[in-house]
């Protein structure tokens, strides 16, 4: 009888171990044609950096990723080896399947993403207007060419009123959304262009749930270091080097001029170059009367030539400093900068007064405070 017992007790056990159910985990599969051999990574974007946390190799047109697990659903990247292909999805522990081709491996088919589809679904909201923005840039690159400014400057405008139209409808998904872990991705897409209390406000909308995940802690820092640059701020003092290696510290220039400008570009960003010739006109027309130029440039590391020839070509004849370090560049993080070009113009007393100003606005800005002199 005893023995009898014992079997039973064993029996209920291995039953009750078959049906336990399996701890939640990912697994990632599919077919991406033109790319045998090629091993692709699950990367995080930590520091400006990419770090790989899993890895596969194609085989026959064929991968799998398996075993892995997710705390939650978050954006992640899937890239080769020099990360010079790839893809951006919501990596979440279900069964996911990515179908693509190695040449086009951006415009890749994924399913079996809840937080993917979601996401997916937001941006399709937006769609008409990117195209309307596609077709008016190719018209805007010609006129610019052609030196047809009036053109270029109604064009602009229209771009403005687009960018408007894209955030309102992303910023709406957000609010309607707040349970949804596509919603603090867009947020943190949308919060290069807002200020510090909307993006609190939009967190506060968003379900507890949410504010565990890694882009939630990360623009809670991000609105804490915004506050300290805000409008009526002081701006924090800083020390880089010249393009000569002399340290040049910010607030060696505050006070020597009625309005400083400290503006953070790079050599290698489009729109900070397209914005140089304006800055540079301003401040040929208002140098004399108290205005000036501190430059940061956020060039990569080994790259002080491109920086250097850059400020020669665009006869940037002004104050220049950086550490080369790219994203990581201290001021910039200092400054909460995390898109350029990126500017804080400062009275005498190193005061923030305006900050982001570009074009015509920059012009008639500088205008108006000096007029207050």
């Known amino acids: 009888m005893k023995k009898l017992l014992l079997f039973s007790v064993i029996a209920a056990f291995l039953a009750a171990c078959s049906t336990t159910p399996k701890e939640p985990h990912y697994t990632l599969k599919g077919k991406i044609k033109g790319a045998d051999s090629t091993q692709f990574y699950l990367s995080r974007r930590t520091a400006g950096k990419f770090v790989k946390f899993d890895s596969a190799t194609v085989v026959k047109g064929e991968f799998t990723f398996t075993g892995g697990k997710v705390n939650f659903p978050e954006m992640v990247y899937f ?12 990596l979440e522990n279900s069964d996911i399947t990515i179908d693509g081709s190695l040449d086009t491996l951006y415009k890749a088919k994924i399913t079996g993403s809840k937080a993917q589809h979601e996401y997916d679904s937001a941006k399709a909201l937006i769609e008409p207007i990117e195209k309307k923005y596609s077709a008016l840039y190719e018209i805007y690159q010609a006129a610019q060419k052609a030196g047809r400014k009036s053109t270029t400057d109604s064009i602009e405008k ?22 949804s872990y596509a919603s603090p991705t867009l947020l943190k897409m ?3 262009e807002m200020e510090a209390d909307e993006i609190e406000s939009l967190i506060k909308g968003l379900d507890t749930t949410l504010q565990k995940t890694l882009v939630v802690k990360d623009l809670i820092a991000h609105i804490a ?59 040929k027309e208002f140098h004399k009367m108290g205005f000036d130029v501190f430059s940061v440039s956020l060039d990569r590391p080994g790259d002080k030539d491109g920086w250097t020839n850059a400020i020669k070509n665009d006869q940037l004849t002004w104050t220049h400093v950086s550490d080369l ?17 990126s500017n804080f113009l400062l009275d005498k007393n190193g005061i923030i007064i305006a900050k982001n100003v570009t074009g015509d606005k920059l012009r008639d800005k500088v205008k108006e405070e000096l007029s207050k002199k």
Not at 158 to 173: A, C, N, R, T, Y
Request: one cysteine or more.
């Open 79 to 90: 890239l080769t080896k020099d990360n010079r292909n790839g893809l951006t999805f919501f």
């Open 158 to 179: 229209v771009f403005d009123d687009l960018q408007k139209e894209s955030s309102g409808i992303q910023k709406e998904f957000i609010k309607n959304s707040p349970k």
């Open 190 to 192: 949308l919060s290069y």
């Open 225 to 283: 270091v915004m506050k300290t640059v805000a409008i009526g701020q002081k701006a924090p003092d800083f020390t880089l080097d010249d393009p000569d290696g002399k340290p040049v510290p910010l607030f060696s220039k505050v006070g020597k001029t009625k309005l400083l400008l400290v503006d953070f570009w790079a050599s290698w960003c489009g729109p900070c170059r397209h914005e140089n010739p304006n800055v540079v006109k301003v401040w």
């Open 325 to 341: 370090k790219y994203w990581d560049c201290s001021a910039a993080k200092l400054y909460a900068v995390n898109a350029i070009p």
